[in-house]
């Protein structure tokens, strides 16, 4: 079985038949931090809160330093031994793992992407929801009921992405992940100085060494394990770095771009989580809201508190599209191979609208990147719980996709034999991500089911 990749935008043809792939180390970073700072920051401080004042900004470290790890491991894995090109996560886990583990890794792929489309819808219409909020308690007072559901919010931001979700692919993607990073920016920005302004209000920083107190010792653990979830979330993007690398033009080697473009974007991004972590923790102490700017910490000044929240929703539209390109790209190249002669399939048609460029389209693909994006606002509706839900997926993604898929390809590709130190070395960190995935899982299902009980 051959696996799809994503199609290229049109231009020159590059050495292996496809037109010529034009991303440079910034568009590689802007496409990393897009996937990367997404709504895993809001819960940061939350995770830290529980964690306390050594374990909160350790385990931020080292799950950066993981990463970095894995992502690495993998960008080698792009170029098999005779030059051939990896275009996708699946591609390089049937050259190298064959074809069981490969049905094996799409699903995981697949399942985790489509789980961080839900997180996006969820989180959302929770920003959506915190301005309308924000403006109610500016008006009525800190006190006011103020409440709003999320349906609304899911539903409308479910019809723009209908709408959005017809961008080709990845390569017509570059603008939009321009924008979502430099929004990304700059929500991060104010949730960090809000942080600070309030811990100097408070004219102290708040918190302790072992974190946020719990009724009992397994209730501690529950919600540490929920926190490692959630870090492990704001960490996602081992699961599309071949398709984002396969948009790299060469020279310089492809992996060696890469590799720069993950020193920088991890370098910037673990800043940002540290800071929002730490301070929105040194504000609130034991009252640190699960989500930064939507769980009202800050009330004021309401100006700023929308301009954050409706950041973080532009930021999304583009993220959402970062995660289900992937999927489409996936499931539309099946469906041609595999029915080539359907008109349904594969006919193509050109569209006009008014003031806009043609574009063209087909009923696959217009049917089912609807129903895609419908089945994610489904889901998000059952299950609008913002802390828990990021950290199942979390942990769900962290060791299959981001650990173990890249280390077992890359000492198949190195040919490192077994029981050598490299082998022991790998092994361990391996084991010991699996581990944290464990743990991780455990909290965060433990949490979702008692959000949906209570």
Same mark, same amino acid.
């Given at each position: 079985m051959v696996l799809p990749s994503l199609e290229l935008a049109n231009g020159a043809g590059d050495n292996d038949g496809q037109p010529a792939r034009t991303g440079t180390l910034w568009s590689c970073v802007a496409h990393i931090i897009t996937a990367v700072i997404g709504s895993g920051v809001l819960s940061l401080a939350w995770s830290t809160s529980q964690l306390g004042w050594i374990a909160g900004p350790v385990s931020l470290i080292m799950f950066a330093i993981i990463t970095y790890i894995s992502s690495s491991l993998l960008s080698d894995c792009y170029r098999s031994h005779n030059g051939t090109r990896n275009k996708s996560y699946s591609d390089a886990v049937r050259l190298y793992l064959g074809r069981n583990r490969t049905w094996i890794c799409v699903f995981l792929q697949n399942l985790s992407l489509y789980g961080f489309d839900v997180a996006y819808v969820i989180t959302t219409s929770t920003c959506m929801r915190a301005i309308q909020k924000s403006n109610c308690y500016h008006k009525e007072g800190h006190s006011a009921p103020c409440s709003y559901g999320y349906t609304t919010f899911m539903l409308g931001f479910g019809a723009f992405q209908i709408v959005m979700s017809q961008i080709p692919n990845f390569h017509n993607m570059t603008l939009l992940s321009v924008v979502a990073a430099a929004m990304s920016f700059t929500y991060s920005f104010i949730g960090l100085g809000l942080g600070f302004a309030q811990v100097k209000e408070n004219g102290m920083i708040k918190?302790?060494?072992?974190?946020?107190?719990?009724?009992?010792?397994?209730?501690?653990?529950?919600?540490?394990?929920?926190?490692?979830?959630?870090?492990?979330?704001? @960490?996602p993007y081992s699961i599309i770095l071949l398709e984002i690398q396969d948009t790299l033009k060469s020279p310089p080697a492809e992996n060696k771009t890469m590799k720069k473009a993950s020193v920088v974007a991890i370098l910037v991004t673990?800043?940002? @989580?540290?800071?929002?972590?730490?301070?929105?923790?040194?504000?609130?102490?034991?009252?640190?809201?699960?989500?930064?700017?939507?769980?009202?910490?800050? @009330?004021?000044?309401?100006w700023l508190i929308d301009f954050a929240n409706a950041c973080i929703v532009l930021h999304l539209v583009g993220g959402y599209q970062i995660f289900s390109q992937p999927?489409?790209?996936?499931?539309?190249?099946?469906f041609t191979k595999k029915y080539p002669s359907s008109g349904f399939v594969?006919?193509? @048609?050109?569209?006009?609208?008014?003031?806009?460029?043609?574009?063209?389209m087909n009923a696959l693909k217009l049917c089912f990147r609807t129903a895609y994006v419908a089945s994610t606002t489904v889901v998000a509706m059952i299950f609008p719980y913002f802390n828990q839900v990021l950290g199942v997926l979390g942990a769900l993604n962290f060791w299959p996709l981001a650990i173990y898929f890249p280390v077992e390809m890359y000492m198949v590709q190195r040919k490192i034999q077994a029981w050598t130190r490299k082998w022991l070395v790998l092994r361990t960190f391996s084991f010991f991500c699996?581990?944290?995935?464990?743990?991780?899982?455990?909290?965060?299902?433990?949490?979702?089911?008692?959000?949906?009980?209570?």
């Open positions: 918190g302790s060494i072992t974190g946020v107190p719990a009724a009992s010792v397994a209730d501690k653990l529950w919600l540490v394990f929920q926190s490692l979830g959630d870090i492990a979330f704001a @960490y673990t800043f940002f @989580y540290i800071c929002c972590g730490c301070s929105g923790y040194a504000a609130f102490g034991n009252n640190t809201p699960g989500n930064l700017l939507t769980g009202f910490g800050f @009330y004021e000044p309401f999927v489409f790209a996936f499931v539309e190249g099946w594969n006919k193509w @048609y050109t569209v006009k609208l008014p003031l806009l460029p043609s574009f063209r699996l581990l944290v995935t464990i743990v991780g899982l455990i909290g965060s299902i433990q949490g979702l089911i008692a959000a949906k009980l209570g």
